[in-house]
Each structure stands twice: as C-alpha cells, then as structure tokens.
C-alpha cells in the first residue's frame, strides 16, 4: 500500500459526460501528479500540483481540468467526454518535487460508453 | 513521437535466471532514470534509479546500467523470482523537471 487513495476504483460513463477523479496523497506530501494509460500505452504525464498551486504541465487536453485543495487532496475533472478518454487514471505523490520519489495510487478505470 | 522506449512487450524467463529489460531515449538533456514495477490492479511502484553521473547502480537483486553515449539502460534481476512477475516500466526525467516520462513498458513473466 503506498499510502496514495483514489477514489472511484472504476467509473463508467456516457460521451458528452463530465466526471470528477479523487486523489489523497500520502500524509505529509505536497506534491500531486495525474497521469493517463491509456491501451497498450505508458504512462502519460497530465499534471502536477505543489501545496495547492500548478507546477507542471503536460499533454492535458483543455477538456481536462485540475486542482488542488487547501487539504492537499486533488480532483482531476474530466468534461465533454469521449470514447477515446477510456483509460486508467493514475495518481502520484511526493513529498515536495524535483528528484523526490513519486509514490502512484491504485488508479481510477474510466470507461466511456 | 516516442521520447523512451521499452521494445519488448514482454519477456519470458527461467526462475533463477537472470531477466534484462531494455529501455532506449532520445533525448540527450534526460538526466535521471528510473524503473517502476506494476501489478495488475495495482499502481506502479519504484524499484530502482539512477543519475546520469553514474553507470550503474545495485539494490539487492535488482542493477540498472546505464549507457548515455547509446541512450540506453537496462534492468537486470538476478535471480529472477515468480514474484518478479509484473509488467515493467522505464521513466526518465530531464534536469529541472517535474514530470516523468515513461516507457510503454515490459510484461516480465518468470516461470517456476
């Protein structure tokens, strides 16, 4: 158990939806990544959030959306749904950013129908 | 285009032998490597790093080496356990960012 929770384990939902992804980091870190897999891909980075403020960015579509809040949990927020947005979302921690050890939670399975 | 790749999809070994996965990257400016584990079901988990001031780096059964001139590293198990059994990820990251970037990954099975 690496001590990062997301919750829903899975989700399924119809195109055009909008859905919201949880993510509580391990106690103690501030730093949150999102990362999608999609099929038979690695890992692709989205976002990164330091003690509630963006710090990186990668290929996240506009559709996409995140924070982070005063609590330090993070919500992914997934609008305008398509069927290609199927895939595992994985959430990570570290306790600040840089070279620090990324611990990854269970993942959310989304299934757009 | 892909910035690291892993190209093997999957790998099949002996137990008590020895398991190499592979991983190239295209970009010089990388300057830490990593591996990760993944269960299924599970997230991926870190197993071992290395800087690129260093060729090589050991932790118990597990050594990543390192090769910049080739962009290549790779991860030897010796001995190879069934618990070994996981798909396998390489993840780089340039100097002064955040972000990881990873392989598409290894399916190691290590027979009984």
């Known amino acids: 158990d690496s001590g990062v929770t997301q919750t829903p384990k899975h989700l399924i939902t119809a195109t055009g939806q909008r859905v919201t992804l949880r993510c509580s980091p391990r106690s103690g870190d501030l730093s949150v990544y999102w990362y999608q897999q999609s099929l038979d891909q690695g890992l692709q980075f989205l976002i990164q959030?330091?003690?509630?403020?963006?710090?990186a960015k990668g290929n996240i579509l506009e559709r996409f959306s995140a924070q982070q809040f005063p609590d330090l949990h993070s919500e992914l927020n997934l609008s305008s749904l398509e069927l290609g947005d199927s895939a595992l979302y994985f959430c990570?921690?570290?306790?600040?950013?840089?070279?620090?050890?990324?611990?990854f939670g269970p993942g959310t399975r989304l299934t757009v129908t | 285009d892909q910035q690291v790749k892993q190209n093997s999809p999957s790998l099949s070994v002996q137990e008590g032998r020895i398991s190499i996965l592979n991983c190239d990257y295209t970009n010089s400016m990388f300057d830490y490597f990593l591996w990760y584990k993944k269960y299924p079901a599970e997230g991926p988990t870190f197993l071992i790093s290395i800087s690129s001031i260093k060729d090589k780096n050991e932790d118990g059964r597990f050594t990543v080496f390192l090769n910049k001139s080739a962009k290549h590293l790779s991860l030897h198990i010796v001995p190879s356990q069934p618990g070994d059994s996981a798909v396998y990820f390489c993840a780089v990251r340039q100097g002064g960012s955040e972000k990881l970037v990873f392989g598409k990954g290894t399916k190691l099975t290590v027979n009984p």
């Open positions: 990570a921690s570290s306790v600040g950013g840089g070279r620090d050890e990324q611990y």
């Open positions: 959030y330091y003690n509630g403020e963006e710090r």
